[in-house]
Structure formats: C-alpha cells, structure tokens
C-alpha cells in the first residue's frame, strides 16, 4: 500500500496525497520551495524545495527522500531512512503545530501570554502566598504531632505518620533555606520552625518537648506578624 502524503502551505493542511500528486504539485508551482510535505501524518515536515524532482521522478518514496538536499550539503541514503533527531522542545512544538489548525494558533499564544501575565501580576499582589501556605502545614502537621503522641500510637501508625510529614516538612524547608535571610524575615522564621522544631520532633516524638513547643509557637508567632506587617505596607 503507497504511503500518503501531507502538503503544508499558507493556505493551511492539505492531503493525503499519492507520491506523484506531490510531485505535480510541486512541477506546477502550486507548492512553493518554502512548503512543507512529509510522508505520512507521524512523519517529519521537509521543504518542497529540498527534493530533487529529476532524481524522483520514477521512484520509490524512500529513493526521493534520499535525494532531499539541505543548504549546504546533500543527504545520503542511510540520513534519509532515518527520522532527524529532535529535540523535546521540537518535538512538542511540531505536535501542536500539525494538529492545531493555523488560524487558532495565535489564540492559544496569546490565552498562554494572558494567563502568564495574570499570574506574575498575582504573585506580586501577594509576595508571600507561598509563605503562607507553609505556615498552615506547619501548624497542621504539629496538630497532628502532638495528638498522635497523646493517643500513643504503635510503633506502625507511628513511623507512617511520621516518615510522611518529616517528608514534608524537609521539602518546605528545602525551600525556605533559598531566602531565609534576615531581609526576609518570615521565610527565616518558618525555617527555624520546620528544621530546629519538628524535623526533631516527628523523629522522635519525646524530643518535642514543652520547651520545643513553646519555641515553635514563638517562630510562627513572629512569622505570622511579619506577614501581617507586609500585608500593611
């Protein structure tokens, strides 16, 4: 069965067409040298203008591709029969482009760029959204710290719990390490509340001592007030 081609011009998506269709196509200028074509609907996109017309009049599908020139050097057979390598980028790219209609095209760049310009305008309207969150995880997980303790779980529902939240709490403060500087007081509170207090705690649960505790109550304490104060500037 004779594979089918795809032509791609200005005037949009065209095919599928037979080998010797493309080759009229492109004899009677209906295809320009800057047109695209390529076998098959996973195939990749070349120049009209890179096929040899003499050379593939007659032949098969794969002896045409073998003659495609590029700028500067001529493709051999071996290059022919093997898709080019391309990148994810690339890739991505050429997916949507094959399937989106071009006249939509423009819609979805630009729905991308509100959407992007939206959330950056967000993020500058609330600094410290992030921040934020992490205080309430921070206070949950204790919650949860220090009513497993009362309850006196065993050793399983213990390590479960506790390998959980020391996961979290490790990735927030793997973040907070980033900016915790002393102009950036909230992230430098929260840090020492997640990695001075409960990462020691949620190890072992008598090290959370009362002293502990009160500390980490100090720490989210003068978080949260840092937080408020840049609310109000």
């Not at 004899?27 to 990749?44: M, N, Q």
């Not at 390590?159 to 950036?184: C, D, N, P, Y």
Request: charged share 25%.
């Amino acid at each position: 069965m004779a594979e089918k081609w795809y032509v791609r011009s200005p005037d949009g998506d065209r095919g599928p067409f037979e080998f010797p269709e493309v080759l009229g196509l492109i004899r009677t200028g209906s295809l320009g040298s800057d047109d695209d074509i390529k076998c098959t609907l996973e195939g990749h996109w070349i120049k009209a203008g890179a096929i040899d017309l003499d050379a593939a009049e007659g032949t098969g599908n794969a002896e045409a591709l073998a003659k495609a020139t590029r700028p500067g050097k001529r493709r051999n057979a071996a290059s022919a029969s093997s898709p080019p390598q391309s990148s994810w980028f690339e890739n991505i790219y050429e997916t949507i482009t094959d399937r989106l209609d071009p006249r939509f095209l423009w819609v979805v760049v630009i729905i991308g760029v509100w959407l992007g310009i939206n959330f950056f305008i967000v993020r500058m309207m609330n600094p410290y959204e992030a921040e934020r969150t992490y205080l309430k995880q921070f206070v949950t997980i204790r919650d949860e710290l220090l009513r497993h303790r009362q309850a006196e779980l065993n050793e399983a529902e213990w390590a479960a719990f506790s390998t959980q939240s020391r996961t979290e709490v490790q990735r927030i403060v793997g973040k907070l390490k980033r900016g915790a500087t002393a102009e950036h007081p909230v992230r430098r509170h929260l840090l020492w509340a997640g990695n001075d207090c409960l990462l020691p705690g949620l190890q072992d649960a008598e090290a959370f001592t009362p002293e502990i505790e009160q500390r980490f109550e100090r720490y989210m304490n003068q978080a949260l007030m840092a937080l408020n104060a840049s609310r109000s500037q």
